[in-house]
């Protein structure tokens, strides 16, 4: 599955966030992930993917954390919402959900 930018046009930042997490997304083909820019300070990641469904929370930042704290520093910074979810819960979570259907910018 490739990444997605579901909303917005790509930027460094961005770009940066996805050749990062690209070998995770060529590892867990049956991943989903995606990448936008909530303003201009702010960066958004959710990966759903199935492997998550037996996993803690912890254990699920455990394997995406480590990758993206390969990201230069001033890249990194601009994260500011990571969401980890198997497919049952991209609906359900309210993280998610917020993902989808974010609140207005105050920019």
Do not use: A, T
């Given at each position: 599955m490739s990444i997605q930018i579901p909303r917005g046009d790509p930027d460094p930042t961005i770009n940066a966030i996805i050749e990062c997490l690209r070998p995770y997304d060529e590892r867990n083909p049956d991943a989903k992930i995606e990448v936008y820019r909530q303003n201009?300070?702010?960066v958004r990641v959710r990966v759903?993917?199935?492997t998550f469904k037996q996993l803690s929370r912890s254990e699920?930042?455990?394997m995406v954390w480590p990758i993206l704290r390969l990201l230069p520093e001033d890249?990194?910074?601009e994260i500011s919402f990571v969401?980890?979810?198997p497919p049952e819960e991209e609906q359900s979570s309210m993280s998610s959900r917020e993902f989808d259907?974010?609140?207005p910018s105050r920019f």
């Open positions: 201009p300070v702010s759903v993917d199935p699920r930042s455990k890249v990194l910074q969401i980890l979810v259907d974010p609140l």
